[in-house]
């Protein structure tokens, strides 16, 4: 559902139901699951190592991602992602990465921001390492494993 | 269908008959529905191509296009951006807009429109103009009608008739093309095309084309260019004209002779020439060796400068001016080469070919020039060796993806001759990356890589980086490395300007993050590229045939990465294996003690494939990107 789509001055917003297959990968007891599953940021875009000129986005950017994730019966976490918040001096970026569980659920918050629209040169090299940091972030997965007095999956 | 005859008819009324400053034919509510149920951005309501043959090298060729704009995302629809120059030569050009109701509202013609000198983007000196024909309007719906005249004072290319534009329904369309009576009409129709009527009218034979009620036609994922699936009747003369030479296209034979023929008496060299021939070729121990070094001889000396004007387009400058000027273009540079290699008596034949990674193919059973390039082929003994002479650093006996494997015309003393330029295989295509690396317990992982290329892949590698600024290599190379950044030193560029066919790149390379960690785990991703082309799914029946790679290639990784101490592998990555006949995968990945190995295969063919092939294809690729995302998972003991 695609919603003020005509509406210039409201966000657009899109509902959908979905299924994804093979969203985990499993081995054993183990489950991996890499939560970031729409607008993974897994692509550092700041190539080159040195940078001359300022760097300029032509936008500034918000990006806000909640996951509320119920756990597959019969498994429990065995890791999570740890808890983030990074930032460069001086400059508008931020990237917040929070986790919680409670019980069977799990809610998951990635924050993105970048406030600026140009950055100065003297930042590039941390604005660099910033971007490679929420890559990897974004693929890191949540760990499951199946709990020890459950039976195992029929079909094997 | 009678009611759509009606409109037909009355849309075929030129709209000049400009007493009535409204054409109800052209009202919106006139477009039949049927043309609208898929809520196309534009339909084209007529169009109408004429061409008046008077003689070999004389026509006139007229076209009329009318366009309902419904939205922004048709308005390019209405516009005709009108190529011309010294031989055809633009004498009219109108455009009419016209509101819903067909009222007219605004009309542009002559110096209204944008005209302006346009480059091929590699020619020093070009005649070549445009016309954009427009007028536009931002109340939709609205309809344009343009039309224009090309007066042809020279001809070795006749139109095309595309029964309907790309994407858009097509309400009416029309071609008439007359001939006089002693010059012969050569047709090629393609797809879904009508038989012509014919007449005769006042010494002329008339043919006239009519089709209606186009629906629009979608392109699908990974298909052929519209070119070789549109609707459309391709003419070709036999006898025809330009820059007062004449020449025949009724047999390839006929038209390799008018080729061969611009060339006579252009291939004397000056004796400085001759002697640095004799001089070349003191001591080679064969033939190929004799090409050899005067290929070289060529490309050291040479320089390729475009220059197309008229006749110039197509006769070369002669060898002497090559050898004195040290440039020339294709043909010139080809014609330079061949009287090269002709003082050392050995017989070369010039190649005319449709260049382009991507060019459709000459349809060998329809003499036509589609031509826009010429290479030299040099038949010997065990075998032809092909030589692009445009290039000062191809290597010998090397065809790039803009000319290997497709119909070329020789051109040999006895006319025109149809030959084919080599395919090549995977193999002979390939990237091969190989690299001793070790991985820290931040994720990161360092170590030397060391990659090649070879063949079509050594070219894109060498177009890429031969002309580009030191600065501009390394950018290109940081760029090669998907995910998080890569920190490159002590990288080793090889000579681009090697005849090698193989290019050969050495750095050392960190790449920060390229595994993903948690508190006791690392991820270890175990492709350093990630597949990334997965053509769309379909949503409706696959209809098109598929293309696969505009060439064959291979690429093969082989990583032996070092792991940190004191982990184990919680999951291994079971080896993939996909076998299918237009590609291969492998991926391999063994852990011994802390030593990974990883080894990935990839190959695709150049090759087409049945529309109902169209899921394995998608689905090949989807386990390939999906299995290039597959990670090694150790966790710390």
């Not at chain 2, 990674?357 to 040099?378: G, Q």
Request: proline residues 7%; contains cysteine.
């Amino acid at each position: 559902m695609l919603h003020e789509k005509d509406v210039l001055d409201r966000a657009i917003r899109l509902e959908t139901e979905f299924v994804l297959h093979d969203a985990a990968s499993s081995t054993g007891d183990m489950l991996y699951f890499v939560p970031q599953i729409f607008g993974r940021v897994d692509e550092n875009p700041l190539k080159n190592p040195t940078r001359t000129f300022p760097l300029d986005l032509g936008y500034t950017r918000d990006h806000t991602y909640i996951l509320a994730l119920t756990l597959p019966e019969g498994y429990e976490v065995a890791e999570l992602p740890v808890n983030r918040r990074l930032g460069v001096d001086g400059v508008q970026a931020l990237f917040i990465r929070s986790v919680e569980t409670n019980g069977s659920t799990l809610r998951l918050t990635h924050r993105f921001q970048l406030g600026q629209t140009v950055y100065p040169a003297a930042r590039y090299g941390q604005m660099r390492r910033f971007w490679d940091e929420v890559a990897a972030a974004s693929e890191e997965p949540i760990v499951l494993r199946r709990k020890t007095d459950a039976p195992p999956p029929s079909g094997n | 269908m009678r009611p759509f005859v009606l409109v037909a008819v009355a849309l075929l009324v030129p709209a000049t008959a400009w007493g009535q400053r409204t054409n109800p034919a052209l009202a919106v509510e006139a477009i039949p529905p049927l043309l609208r149920l898929s809520n196309p951005p534009a339909i084209v309501r007529a169009y109408e191509q004429t061409f008046d043959i008077d003689g070999p090298g004389r026509a006139t060729e007229t076209v009329r296009r009318v366009v309902t704009v419904f939205n922004l995302a048709g308005q390019d629809a209405a516009k005709d951006v009108v190529y011309y120059d010294g031989i055809h030569r633009l004498d009219e050009a109108r455009a009419v807009l016209y509101d819903h109701a067909g009222k007219v509202v605004r009309e542009r013609r002559g110096r209204d429109f944008v005209d302006t000198a346009i480059s091929d983007g590699f020619s020093l000196y070009t005649d070549n103009r445009v016309r954009v024909v427009d007028v536009q309007d931002g109340r939709y719906p609205y309809t344009v009608e343009i039309t224009y005249r090309i007066k042809h004072h020279g001809l070795i290319a006749w139109p095309t008739w595309i029964v309907q534009p790309e994407g858009l329904p097509t309400e009416q369309s029309r071609f008439q093309v007359s001939a006089p009576l002693g010059m012969p009409v050569r047709i090629r129709p393609q797809g879904n095309t009508p038989d012509p009527t014919v007449a005769t009218v006042t010494g002329k034979r008339v043919y006239t084309w009519e089709a209606a009620m186009r629906p629009a036609f979608t392109p699908e994922p990974s298909g052929p260019t519209w070119l070789r699936q549109a609707d459309l009747v391709d003419l070709a003369p036999e006898a025809f004209e330009i820059g007062g030479v004449r020449g025949s296209m009724a047999t390839w034979e006929d038209f390799g002779r008018f080729y061969g023929q611009l060339g006579t008496g252009r291939r004397v060299l000056p004796d400085a020439a001759k002697a640095d021939v004799a001089q070349t070729i003191t001591g080679a121990e064969n033939d190929r060796e004799k090409v050899e070094r005067l290929y070289r001889y060529m490309q050291a000396r040479t320089r390729y400068v475009s220059v197309q004007l008229g006749l110039g387009g197509w006769q070369p400058f002669d060898a002497q001016y090559v050898h004195q000027r040290s440039y020339g273009d294709c043909k010139a540079l080809v014609n330079y080469l061949q009287a090269l290699l002709a003082e050392a008596n050995i017989p070369s034949f010039p190649a005319l070919v449709r260049a382009g990674a991507a060019a459709s193919p000459i349809h060998t059973d329809f003499p036509k020039n589609t031509f826009n390039h010429v290479i030299l082929a040099v038949p010997l003994a065990r075998d032809t060796v092909w030589l692009e002479a445009t290039s000062q650093t191809a290597p010998f006996n090397h065809l790039g993806s803009f000319t290997k494997d497709r119909d070329v015309l020789l051109v040999t003393p006895e006319g025109g001759r149809l030959a084919r330029t080599p395919a090549s295989r995977a193999a002979d295509n390939l990237q091969r990356r190989t690299g001793t690396l070790t991985l820290t317990a931040d994720g990161t992982l360092a170590g030397d890589l060391a990659l090649a290329y070879t063949g079509n892949q050594r070219d894109r590698v060498r177009n890429a980086l031969a002309d580009a600024s030191p600065q501009r290599r390394t950018e290109w190379l940081h760029d090669q490395f998907d995910g998080t950044s890569a920190l490159l030193d002590q990288i080793v560029f090889p000579d681009f300007t090697a005849a090698s066919d193989t290019l050969r790149l050495g750095m050392r390379a960190g790449l920060r993050r390229y595994a993903s960690i948690t508190r006791r785990r690392l991820f270890v991703p175990l492709a350093m590229e990630r597949w990334g082309f997965v053509p769309d799914a379909m949503t409706t029946e696959r209809t098109q045939p598929v293309v696969v790679a505009t060439y064959p290639f291979e690429d093969r990784d082989s990583l032996a990465i070092t792991l940190p101490e004191g982990y184990r592998v919680e999951a291994a990555a079971p080896p993939v294996a996909l076998d299918t006949p237009f590609g291969s995968y492998r991926l391999e990945a063994t852990v011994d003690g802390t030593a990974l190995r990883i080894t990935r295969r990839l190959v695709l063919s150049k090759t087409r494939l049945d529309a109902s092939d169209f899921t394995s294809y998608r689905t090949f690729l989807e386990r390939v990107a999906a299995a290039d995302r597959t990670r090694l998972v150790l966790v710390r003991e």
